[in-house]
């Protein structure tokens, strides 16, 4: 017969069609009773449920009819295949050979030959059921044949026999009652034991086990062609063969011991080609064969590596240069799509793991630097990173960084690329940490973090470039903690990195990220060798600031002529800026000094038009210069020193605002009142008497109302926010002491009813704060 359908779906549809057919019969039949009983009763008869419209339907039925059936057919058969049980196991021994034999026999028999007269009539899930019994009578005679006539031999290799037969007689009774369902898939289930127990009969180790799961998984896979349902199991026992396989392969003690396990795993690998050959959507099972060969030629070369080196790095690469030649299958056209998949894939798993397994040894070597910061140039002879990954794990990073790239050619994808070139940097990088002396080691290592800068500069591909930068800044970091170890290696290496990110920043041609994060990564080493040269002599600590003020003085006066990397450029500048800031604070007037410089510079920034915006923070940075040296210099009124800026600013900004009127009230008022009001605070929170706290509250509730009343932005919130803090730091103390008068458990209690109503009042304080920020909004 000729049907696009495949057949899973065709049986599939007709088993569908027959359910409907079933349904459609027993409606017609009790169409049909209910005629004929209004034909023998004079009288109208009451009508069958679901016909006519006299009779009103009742409730909807939880379940159809056919599926009823089948749970009342399946409830049967259960019920009639734990009375054969009860019935083998309790009452057997009261009755003689003949009757056993007779009740055996008879019973099986009908059990057996029921399904035919039920499927001419269309009674098929009856058929099912009853079918279901009779294969389970068919085991308890096997069970009873063994117990009764055979008690003597051995039980293993008479299941594995038993399975065997059942298995025949189950598939010839499926082929002869091709309308059943289940005698085929039990006869496949049954074949699965048959060679295994036959081996575990012989005591046979797990390489006969293997063979014979193994010889199962290949009948199995034959069978797959014509029935779908048996490639399930040859999957699972061929997974199991294969691990037994594997077990016993890495337990070898020789190359000897070894050929064994490989011949099985061959064989395995076999069928896995072959199935994937067969099947196009099979990969999977390529996958595993390309992965049980690699591991069966690499468990041949392991006993010898392991006896001479006895080094477990070695043994990984072996694998590895097995595993390359699957990557090749990608080229193969001769090979179907799903061989070629499933091969190419296991050599990508394979490199990967021993990669990543050669990979973990470079994160000892790296972090092996850091012993240099428990002591700074120690000037110690030994280098700084006591690890390495050994020959081996260099060859192994080595020689995946080549797979990866080969890869990315061929496909033309750039993920294998960036994993070459990660794995490149890594073993180049540690590859000189193999006993050479140290400077030879931080020659080799820069050289190396060079090599990737350039590559990350010129490189074409945008992943590849990007992990390459990321491989340079990480080496240049590793090799700068490293130079710690000695003066002029911190000088030499330090000089030679900033010089070498300061090139990269210039190169025109490179993408403008890696030379936003070249320029970041040479003011961070201008800063670094300002802050050592510092360090080499003899002033303390605060004044090495005054050189790294240096960094930023520059940037702000390089300005347009930094072109692209400007911005990144001028960020950096300003944290080295605030490290100058940080290394100050430990003396008043040095602080105020810095302070007063850096606002220095973010005024000559200022200058030019697009950078405005800083002269605000060069205004903040004379402000607090001016608030450190007035308490350095122990002054208790700090309003002596603010009015008289804080009076001439105001009636600028006054005229400013009314020269013109969409001027900005911060811009107009906001730094003369932050000129006073912030210092004044900070006296007001220190200070122990009343009245200053008053006064400024009084001053600050006044700019409030002002602010309100001129609808102006930044009185109202500068006075709001003074008069907040004020406020909070007079009513703690009285706070504490209610706090601690109450029970403990009030402010819980007090916490979690304003959770519940804010919780319960949440939209409503939601329109009520964007209220207010339209309202700030609307403020100058």
Known sequence: ????????????????????????????????????????????????????SAVPAGPPKE?????????????????????????????????????RSAVLVAVTAAALAAPVPLLRRGLRSTAESVAAVGLLLTVLDAYALYAVGMPDADGTGYAAGAAAVLAAVWAGYGSALRKLRLPLPAAVLAAQFPLPLAALAAQGGPLELGWALLATAVLDAALALRVRAAAAPAAVLAAVALLLGVAESWSAGSVTQALAPAALLLAGA??????????????????????????????????????????????????????????????VSALPAAVRRGLARAGVAVTALVALSAGAAVVPTLLGRLRVLEEVWAASAAPATPYAPGAAGVLILLTAAGAGWWLSR???RPEPGVVAVVLAWAGLFTAPVLGFPAAAVFAAQLAVTGAAGVFALRSPARGAGIAAAVCALTGAANVSVGALDGRVATFAVW?????ACAAGAAYGRAPLRVRSAAAVCAVGYATALLVAAAAVTDLAVVWWSLPVLAVPALAAASGPRLGGVRMPV??????AGALAVALSAGRAGTLALVLALAGVVCAGAAVRPERRAVGWAAGALFAAATWV????????MPEAYTLPVTVPALVVGFIRRRRDPQASSWTAYGPGLAATLLPSLLVALEDRNWVRPLLLGLAALALTLIGAQRRLQAPLLLGGAVLAVVAVHELAPYVVQVAGALPRWVPPALAGLLLLAVGATYEKRLRDARRLRDALGRLR
Request: hydrophobic share 60%; aromatic share 4%; no cysteine.
């Open 1 to 52: 017969m000729n049907n696009p359908l495949p057949p899973a779906e065709e049986l599939a549809l007709i088993e569908r069609e027959l359910v409907q057919l079933d349904a459609r019969r027993l409606h017609l039949l009790t169409r049909r009773d209910w005629l004929r009983h209004i034909l023998q009763q004079p009288g109208p008869a009451p009508a069958p449920a679901g016909w006519g």
């Open 495 to 499: 000089g030679l990195l900033g010089a």
């Open 629 to 636: 040296r007035l308490a350095d210099a122990g002054v208790t």
């Open 270 to 331: 076999a069928l896995g080609t072959a199935a994937a050959w067969r099947e196009p959507r099979a990969w999977v099972a390529a996958l595993v064969a390309g992965l049980a060969a690699v591991l069966a030629l690499g468990g041949l070369v392991r006993p010898a590596l392991t006896d001479s080196v006895r080094d477990g790095a070695w043994v990984a690469l072996a694998h590895l240069l097995v595993a390359l030649p699957l990557l090749a299958a990608v080229r």
């Open 570 to 575: 001028e960020i950096a500048a300003a944290v």
């Open 63 to 99: 379940t159809s009819a056919p599926s009823a059936q089948n749970v009342l057919l399946a409830l049967g058969a259960v019920l009639l295949a734990v009375a054969a049980l009860a019935f083998t196991l309790v009452s057997w021994g009261s009755m003689g050979i003949a009757g």
């Open 410 to 412: 061929v496909l033309a």
